[in-house]
Nanobody, 125 residues
Framework: QEQLVESGGGLVQAGGSLRLSCAAS????????MGWFRQAPGKEREFVAA????????RYADSVKGRFTISRDNGKNTVYLQMNSLKSEDTAVYYC??????????????????WGQGTQVTVSS
């Protein structure tokens, strides 16, 4: 059974950093593109970042470009999101997702096949 489990969320002050992890099981992780999305209270879920199956291609939302870095370790079946210079507007539940089309970096959430349960990130100002 395919499963994605996020971790690493928490409370951090503005300007601080967090690293989120997403561990995958039950799927051939190294062939999937992986994405991070977030959903703030009262808002729609939005794209944050994506990485291709090999890690060779990455894509970011304009709002996080230069502050967040997506990476993956196929040996550990894990994708990461390093978040620096956090702002209050980054407060949201963060979700990882897997897309079987490993070479595409899509931003539409309906394009992804599997989702984690989410981890809360709260940035205090």
């Amino acid at each position: 059974q395919e499963q994605l489990v996020e971790s690493g969320g928490g409370l951090v002050q503005a300007g601080g950093s967090l690293r989120l992890s997403c561990a995958a099981s039950g799927l051939t992780f190294s062939s999937y593109a992986m994405g991070w999305f977030r959903q703030a209270p009262g808002k729609e879920r939005e794209f944050v970042a994506a990485i291709s199956w090999s890690g060779g291609m990455k894509r970011y939302a304009d709002s996080v470009k230069g502050r967040f870095t997506i990476s993956r370790d196929n040996g550990k079946n894990t994708v990461y999101l390093q978040m620096n210079s956090l702002k209050s507007e980054d407060t949201a539940v963060y979700y990882c997702a897997a897309d079987v089309r490993g070479g595409l970096l899509v931003v539409g959430l309906y394009e992804y096949d599997y989702w984690g349960q989410g981890t809360q990130v709260t940035v205090s100002s």
